[in-house]
């Protein structure tokens, strides 16, 4: 079974500055998919980023980045120029090619500070 | 607004109880799935369907089941309900193809007293 691990329960970034949210996955699978969801407070689940295992460039959308280390199997999202906005929960989540089921990793609670 | 439509926003029920939660996806997306988040946790998946037929189970309790109707939307079946079953529902859709993503809806809030 595949499985998603943030290793991170909380991580607190000053307004502006640059953070980091680790996630690594356990696959046997060659092609997938990861994606980061954000979660703020009002519990809504919002697509922040998505990356395809056959790319070897990491995507980019905004201020958002990933590095994505498929050998590793680890996928972190970096948040540039935080804003107050940015403080939720973040979720990485795993889905293998040709299967519909998307897993989620426990979340990193995300607080920035003014 | 994710196009996924969930209702009730809110139930409140007292153990040994039975609930339907219900989920409308977003126009032309064929697959719904389930999603349990208890207090401050990840999400779990439970259960999906595509276009009608189930597609995949995850840690989804024989107390629960699903469902989805010809016109796509799903429902979920709670019974006998526990205290231990009070958390976030959420309803996802998307259409087909894995680097598709899901929309989620805005959850259902279960609590059971």
């Known amino acids: 079974a595949q499985t998603v691990t943030q290793s991170q329960p909380e991580m607190s970034v000053q307004e502006a500055e640059t953070v980091t949210l680790s996630c690594t996955y356990d696959?046997?699978?060659?092609?997938?998919?990861l994606f980061w969801y954000k979660q703020p407070p009002s519990r809504q689940m919002i697509l922040v980023i998505r990356?395809?295992?056959?790319?070897?460039q990491n995507a980019t959308e905004n201020r958002f980045s990933v590095n994505f280390q498929k050998a590793a199997k680890s996928f972190s999202l970096k948040i540039s120029d935080s804003q107050l906005g940015d403080a939720a929960m973040y979720f990485c989540?795993?889905?293998?090619?040709?299967?519909?089921?998307?897993?989620f990793g426990a979340g990193t609670r995300l607080t920035v500070k003014p | 607004d994710s196009g996924v439509t969930q209702t009730p926003k809110h139930l409140i029920t007292a153990t040994g109880q039975r609930v339907t939660l219900r989920c409308s996806p977003r126009?032309?997306?064929?697959?719904v799935y389930w999603y349990q988040q208890s207090l401050d946790q990840g999400l779990q998946f439970l259960i999906q369907?595509?276009?009608?037929?189930?597609?995949a189970k995850g840690n989804i309790l024989e107390r629960f089941s699903a469902q989805q109707f010809p016109d796509l939307h799903s429902e979920l079946n709670l019974s006998s309900l526990e205290l231990g079953d009070s958390a976030l529902y959420f309803c996802?859709?998307?259409?087909?193809?894995?680097?598709?993503?899901?929309?989620f809806g805005n959850g259902t809030r279960l609590t059971v007293t």
């Open positions: 126009s032309g997306d064929l697959s």
């Open positions: 369907y595509y276009n009608g037929e189930e597609r």
């Open positions: 996802a859709s998307s259409v087909v193809g894995s680097y598709s993503p899901l929309h």
């Open positions: 990356q395809e295992a056959y790319k070897q």
């Open positions: 696959t046997s699978e060659s092609d997938y998919y």
């Open positions: 989540a795993y889905r293998p090619y040709n299967n519909n089921d998307m897993r």
